[in-house]
């Protein structure tokens, strides 16, 4: 498969193959692990592509070329976390420059961007990207960057990243699109015109809660190449052996966002029905406002689903569970919940989450791949306490 250049092969083959062929010593299927912080020089400059490993390591490269060829782009880089990888992007902006965001974006991005960043001479709007208008009315002659999730984090909400893409590129701006909830098995956001693709590899990309990365892709080569002087100066690099363990995560990837979307269909069926639920939000379910957006640009919907409770009794249903397990982070094989007013995005002012919807009754669900049968029974034990 591997020698015939011209082999195309899917997703699901790609996640376990791509960026790796057997090293020469042993033919080692697994990838090894390449520690050395620096390499051996035949003369000054002769070297064989490695001089010291905050510039490259053969196992981070192994990440960085599987996940251009999941994500289809021309070069990617590997960071220490995702908050590195979406700071690396910002600094390769002008002082001055505007950033048009979400307004229910992550809790960490928006305490960057407004905490950091800002200080720094950098202008961020956050306004609802599910509008085209509300995008197109926020553009000023600074705007360099539209930095989107889809779905957003913990609202669920869908924004048209084709459409988006198109307008602004118009506008003489670049478009990132946070991937980190569809992974690029259900969503290929360069496919729809986006320059970056940023990935909080700590969440589906590893998938076991036991390692916390990066990853920034590019659809352009010349984006690629200033990523990586910037990430090389500032140091902001994945240590090799969370590279491996991120190598190892992205082999299951496929099989894990099945799983993790069948039982949050499931889940996501039960909480819309229940009595004491007020409101679900699942791209998944036909009365979410994007919902056909989503199946037009999405191949699934993903395991990440938010609910809000008719009665504000929140505390008494997390003591109700069993299964879930009350944590910060998303995406692993076990079932997390999280207040995210109070936890991810407490850094919000709560003037602006109320704004945007994220209430301090809002309860957010990262649903895992045990049985789904014993996770709708503890959500349905813990329902009865409120």
């Known amino acids: 498969m591997r020698k015939n250049s011209s082999f195309k092969t899917r997703l699901a083959t790609k996640v376990i193959h791509e960026g790796y062929e057997p090293e020469p010593l042993a033919s080692c299927v697994a990838p090894p692990i390449y520690m050395s912080t620096t390499y051996s020089q035949d003369g000054v400059g002769g070297h064989k592509g490695y001089e010291y490993a905050r510039s490259n390591n053969p196992t981070r490269e192994m990440l ?113 699109v946070d991937n980190t909830f569809m992974t690029p098995f259900l969503q290929s956001p360069i496919s729809m015109g986006a320059d970056y693709v940023v990935h909080s590899a700590t969440k589906y990309l590893g998938g076991h809660s036991d390692v916390i990365g990066g990853v920034l892709c590019m659809k352009h080569k010349e984006d690629w190449e200033r990523i990586r002087f910037i990430q090389k100066s500032v140091g902001a690099v994945l240590s090799p052996f969370d590279s491996w363990l991120l190598l190892r995560g992205i082999k299951t990837l496929a099989v894990r966002m099945k799983a993790h979307e069948e039982n949050a269909n499931r889940v996501a069926a039960f909480l819309n029905t229940h009595p004491k639920v007020l409101k679900v939000y699942y791209p998944g379910l036909p009365e979410h406002p994007q919902h056909e957006l989503a199946k037009k640009q999405a191949c699934g919907f993903g395991g990440m689903l938010s609910f809000e409770l008719k009665n504000d009794r929140v505390k008494e249903f997390l003591e109700g569970l069993n299964v879930f397990l009350l944590a910060e982070s998303l995406g692993a094989v076990e079932s997390l919940v999280c207040i995210p007013a109070k936890m991810t995005h407490a850094s919000i002012p709560k003037e602006e989450r109320q704004k945007v919807g994220i209430t301090d009754s809002l309860i957010r669900l990262s649903i895992g791949i045990e049985d789904a049968e014993d996770l709708i029974a503890d959500l349905a034990a813990a329902l009865e306490l409120v």
């Open 64 to 176: 960085e070329k599987n996940m251009s060829a999941l994500e289809g782009a021309a070069g990617s880089s590997a960071f220490a976390s995702g908050m590195a990888a979406i700071s690396t992007l910002i600094q390769d902006l002008n002082q001055g420059d505007h950033v048009i965001c979400c307004a229910s974006i992550y809790g960490g991005s928006y305490r960057v961007f407004t905490k950091v960043f800002e200080r720094h001479g950098f202008v961020f709007s956050f306004v609802d990207t599910t509008s085209l208008k509300a995008i197109e009315d926020a553009f000023t002659q600074k705007t360099r960057l539209v930095f989107v999730e889809s779905p957003t984090n913990p609202l669920m909400e869908i924004s048209d990243i084709e459409k988006i893409c198109s307008l602004a590129h118009k506008n003489g701006a670049k478009v990132c």
